[in-house]
């Protein structure tokens, strides 16, 4: 990468309850870059997405080894002062519901004017100003009869809009989206996806988009991630990925979806289910599902390795 | 084959506060014997309501479901409790649809007690076969819900379902909640029942790669009312209706080749409980023409090549 | 996720000893519940047997708890109205959780007009405070110990609906009402299969939590002097007779009262842990 990384996460490992959650996850978004982490439930994508914000609840949560550096600066080491300055104004976020993610007793202006307020300083009247420019960006329209509204006034989509506008208030470098459009509806998925995108361009921003809808992030990320059982098991270009995934893995979740298949046809499917944290062997931990493992599969664990096509595999594709 | 359920016209109205929400508003189809109807559309579309008015858990305002030539909206509730023998349903939530305080073979057995099949001993062996039926294991009649997981539980509500050997299944959501290799196991699951069982199904989902995966013909359905229904391939290859080809274009594919050009569609469905005048949609679509806001379109029936038919209620065609 | 666990009578006993004020409460409870069982043998004296010692006499060795004005051995009449309060306490919760239960469970099922009209009713009851509306019903059905638990348990109904049908009404919005109405279950079938089993976790704590106030609540009546009536051994009673010479002879008060507060405090305490146990929301974990 030319660039040098606006964030670098470097061999983290993360525990609950000193369970391994996060083994040795390491990734890197260059500035204005979309990466994208999928993987089903439970493999450690929000995790990872917590961990980079800090915001894993500890106990039980630990960040247990590596670092993770934004624009250069270690956040494991932070304290809170120094991750209340970065949060919210240098990092955006925004999760899958957003009407838990709101406040449901404040005023969406108010919501949005108070990141304004808190790290930019700004007096009351000029956040007000920004808060109804911020929402005419994220295309809800007649922005200055909308401040007062309560977000229980609001439809699913045009909450997610009032998220974003919230997490872009300080003009981030990185907006990390935590399953963003997962309650939407396909089409108000697709507005929601372009906002994001457009925003990207003109705002020059990362995103790191957490997803398991593995047609979303081909068609939104210039690079994909993707994850089993805490683990980055792969790692390449969007188009790259899709076109000739090599990791067992992601081979086989790409051959179970529907789309994948002619109608009517049996569906391949993975046998087996992830093995429980403390059950994983020595080896890769798709192995015992696998259907190319050989015996150095089961006996050692593959490095991530190769670039720009990264790849945790024995016995590739 | 013979026309195992049709619907006429079928009404469902809320009264909530004090406006009256149209959840169903003139739909009507038919199914025939093993056939598979995809039901497809975006939250609010009212699909979920058809499942539950088909089923009679909500009591229709107007029209007729007639099952099998008899209009059961006209049963009295002894006589409509014998035709919940023909037609059972499997929800989506598969944390919800099972009771947490019976056992799995409290369970399944739950339909034999209820309209008195059999006796003791040849409940626990139909239970048995039903379990061995969705490929449980044996001792699962013994467990609770809790304990197992998502694609396991619906197996369950899938056994509970067919339990009575109905000749009808509607299936609101059944692989929503799941995750994607889990989600193919399912749908292979009800996939092999309907061929051994000669099931007809009612598919409701969201998901458009899954309605055309199982699916003989699919529903599109907006705002109450179904815009077009054809056979599948008809619909993915030559969709009509302006709100078919929005929400065909809006899913993302992670295979290139598929990929659509995006119509994105502005503003949200308006609120069910003041559908626009004339055409439901005319208000989101490129296409609307001064009539579109008056008068409203009927699903217009057409012989499309190979004899099959397609109906589309829209004033283009 | 809201998995309600099903615990082994055993594992659920172990999970509620888990903090050192459910250990305290429950062994207090069992002191008590134990010398109400055992009060014909451990009472050093008949309860109601007048001058077996001098009146109003301090404690000793003799008599543990002192005298009353009559002479009777006041720690016989503690452990015997230890029998007293704890069956009128079960009575009462008794009452207001199955006919509390019951009501809640079909109006909250029943739905529409049956659940606006019950709504209202409760409101209208609830609005009365519980003591004002048991002495009403006393006035009514006259003074003793049975009518006065009756009164309590009726007073405590309207509290006992309106939680529960809150509880059924989310019940009753999940998938599993639907998919029985789906297999064709009747109506009682739900309510008795379905809902109840469900129910039944927060019903045995409303009770738990109840019984202490309604210990209270009936002794109150009998202070009142509308509760059990003399000779009959009742704390709140003793606490009323024993009020006039509070200052020469404390113990007269002392003890019932303190009994009284064992009592209460102790199924309060049980209670608690037992209402964060059986919370499904609580995930499993102890805290």
Known sequence: MADAPLLSVEHLDVTMRGIPVLEDVSFQIAPGETLGLVGESGCGKSVTALSIMRLLPNPPGKIAG??????????????????????????????????????????????????????????????????????????????????????????????????????????????????????????VQAQILDLIGRLRVELGMAVLLITHDLGVVAEFCDRVAVMYAGRIVEEAPAAELFRRPRHRYTEALLHTMPAANPPGRKLPSISGTVPAPLDRGDGCIFAPRCGFAVPRCTAELPPLEGAPHRLRCWNPA | MTVLLEVADLATHYAAKDVTVRALDGVSFTLREGEVLGVVGESGCGKSTLARTVLRLVEPTGGAIRFLGEDITRLDRRAMVRRRRQMQVVFQDPFGSLNPRHRVGEIVVEPLEVHGIGDRVSRAARVAELLALVGLPADSAGRYPHEFSGGQRQRIAIARALVLEPKLLIADEPVSALDVSIQSQIINLLAELRVRLGLAMMFISHDLSVIRHVSDRIAVMYLGRIVEIAPTADIFERPAHPYTQALLSAVPHTDATRRRERILLSGEMPDPAKPPGGCAFHTRCRHAMPRCSVERPLLVPRTIEGGAVRETACHLY | MTTTAILPPRRLIARTLGTPGAVAGSVILAILVLGAIFAPWLSPFDPNATRVCPRLAAPSLQNLFGCDLFGRDIFSRILHGARLSLAVGLLTVAISLIAGTFLGMVIAFLGGRADRIGVRLLDVMLGFPAIVLAILIVAVLGVGAFNAALAVGISGIPRIARVIRSATLTLVGREFVDSARAVGASQTRILRRHLLPNLLPIVIVLGSLDLGSAILSTATLSFLGLGAQPPTAEWGAMLSAGREFMRYAPWTMIFPGLALFLAVMSVNLVGDRLSHVLDPRASGSDG
Do not use: W
């Open chain 1, 66 to 187: 590596g670092r993770i550096l934004f624009d250069g600066i270690d956040m494991t080491a932070l304290d809170a002062a120094g991750l209340r300055a970065i949060r919210g104004d240098r990092i955006g976020m925004i999760f899958q519901e957003p009407m838990t993610s709101l406040n449901p007793v404040y005023t969406i202006g108010d919501q949005i004017g108070e990141s304004l307020i808190v790290h930019r300083g700004m007096s009351g009247s000029a956040a007000k100003a920004e808060t109804a420019k911020l929402l005419d960006l994220v295309g809800i329209p007649s922005a200055r009869n909308q401040l007062g509204r309560y977000p229980h006034e609001m439809s699913g989509g045009q909450r997610q809009r009032v998220m974003i506008a919230i997490a872009l208030a300080c003009r981030p470098k990185l907006l990390i989206a935590d399953e963003p459009t997962t309650a939407l509806d396909v089409t």
